[in-house]
């Protein structure tokens, strides 16, 4: 891999720090605190704030603004015009700053098109948030989450494959695609050695 790419027209503020292979489309804008990790790409008309930490290998698609104390771990994909918040209860003529809530998005989770995660909430590893889904509390690793509010439909594998396992209960599934196993027990989705 090679250093970043910027586009001509992306504004990548001096201190920011961007990993090798990373790459910044048009009309970008990551300010000069951000930390982005090796091989990411950031659509056009991205916006990552001073105070975000982005992992490795993360597809941040067009339109999306990465506000500050927002954390995506490796391998995150951020859909087309998925929003962030950082403030729970927002006032123009009320200057809260430093009551930002801090909002983590574990390794492997999908945020799809046009959803809203609001700010406090951790998305666990792997989970996949529907299109259009606002995410007001924290989402359990490999969770299928849908709606307004989000509310758990089903589960999901580290493939992105939908898996036959009960919403409660336990139970024992393969992601369809990769034959990879998958054991729910007690509320908690992992994967089988």
Same mark, same amino acid.
């Given at each position: 891999m090679s250093a970043a790419t910027i586009h001509p027209s992306a504004i990548v503020d001096d201190g920011a720090t961007l990993g090798t292979g990373t790459r910044v489309w048009h009309f970008a804008h990551v300010c000069a605190g951000a $930390? +982005?990790? !090796?091989?990411? *790409?950031?659509g056009q008309g991205t916006y990552v704030g001073n105070d975000v930490v982005i992992g490795h290998n993360v597809k +941040?698609?067009?339109n999306v603004s990465v506000y500050d104390a927002v954390t995506l771990e !490796? !391998?995150?994909?951020?859909?087309? *015009?998925m929003v962030f918040t950082n403030v729970f209860n927002p006032r123009a003529a009320v200057v809260r700053k430093n009551e930002y809530r801090r909002t983590l998005v574990r390794q492997g989770a999908t945020l799809g098109a046009n959803c809203t995660i609001v700010c406090g909430t951790t998305v666990g590893p792997y989970a996949f948030v529907g299109a259009g889904a606002v995410v007001s509390r924290d989402v359990p690793a490999f969770a299928l989450v849908a709606g307004v509010p989000a509310?758990? +439909?089903?589960?999901? *594998? $580290?493939?992105?494959?939908?898996?036959a396992l009960p919403l409660a209960g336990d139970g024992e599934a393969a992601c369809p695609a990769t034959g990879e196993r998958y054991r729910l027990r007690d509320g908690q989705c992992e994967v089988l050695a």
């Open positions: $930390r +982005i990790g !090796d091989g990411c *790409s950031l +941040i698609q067009n !490796d !391998d995150v994909f951020c859909g087309p *015009s509310k758990q +439909i089903g589960w999901m *594998s $580290r493939h992105g494959e939908r898996l």
